[in-house]
T-cell receptor
Framework: QQQVKQSPQSLIVQKGGISIINCAYE??????FPWYQQFPGKGPALLIA?????SEKKEGRFTISFNKSAKQFSLHIMDSQPGDSATYFC????????????FGKGTKLSVKP | NAGVTQTPKFRVLKTGQSMTLLCAQD?????MYWYRQDPGMGLRLIHY???????AKGEVPDGYNVSRLKKQNFLLGLESAAPSQTSVYFC??????????????FGNGTRLTVT
């Protein structure tokens, strides 16, 4: 119930391609879904986030698609660049959880030039 | 503006030794967290604090203790280190909620090896 399942574990994309990372959850009490980006040797940092009353959110080349009925959400990176090479974590939060994000296991993205 | 600072950056311990990891934040955040990151396991919450003088257990608290004597500091202690505690430890802080206007701010981690 408290898990967030993330796939794939690793992803290799050519420069200019689209990177897609998928996450699924079961707890319908989750009401906030952020994505964090982590570069090697650094801590994760918030990339983009969405609430379940919205089906899509776009910020530059990054888009979250949210399917409430399927309890799935995904991150799309358009025109992927080598600088996007990082580990991406999806996460979920529910009200009253005192900010305790439930993280997916992460996806290591490599964008080849 | 330093954000979240973790010390030390690297440490090697022998089994049974003890150590304390220090996390300091200068953003006046109420909430602070300790996570561990292991390959293929993602980020797992060890302990967290919602204010000075308060602490609570997360998903994987066994073998660790914490203290929050000052608002800006959150200490993680290992009383008797075990090889299973070899990991990268991240501290994070936020305003209450972890919500859109209060994301988690992470430090750059402490890489701990227990031999």
């Amino acid at each position: 119930q408290q898990q967030v399942k993330q796939s794939p574990q690793s992803l290799i994309v050519q420069k200019g391609g689209i990177s897609i990372i998928n996450c699924a959850y079961e707890n319908t009490a989750f009401d906030y879904f952020p994505w964090y980006q982590q570069f090697p040797g650094k801590g994760p940092a918030l990339l983009i986030a969405i609430r379940p009353d919205v089906s899509e959110k776009k910020e530059g080349r990054f888009t979250i698609s949210f399917n409430k009925s399927a309890k799935q959400f995904s991150l799309h990176i358009m025109d992927s660049q080598p600088g996007d090479s990082a580990t991406y974590f999806c996460a979920a939060l529910y009200g009253g959880s005192q900010g305790n994000l439930i993280f997916g296991k992460g996806t290591k993205l490599s964008v080849k030039p | 503006n330093a954000g979240v600072t973790q010390t030390p950056k690297f440490r090697v311990l022998k089994t049974g030794q003890s150590m304390t990891l220090l996390c300091a934040q200068d953003m006046n955040h109420e909430y602070m967290y300790w996570y561990r990151q292991d390959p293929g396991m993602g980020l797992r919450l060890i302990h967290y604090s919602v204010g000075e003088g308060t602490t609570a257990k997360g998903e994987v608290p066994d073998g660790y203790n914490v203290s929050r004597l000052k608002k800006q500091n959150f200490l993680l202690g290992l009383e008797s280190a075990a090889p299973s505690q070899t990991s990268v430890y991240f501290c994070a802080s936020s305003y209450p909620g972890g919500r859109p206007n209060s994301p988690l701010h992470f430090g750059n981690g402490t890489r701990l090896t227990v031999t």
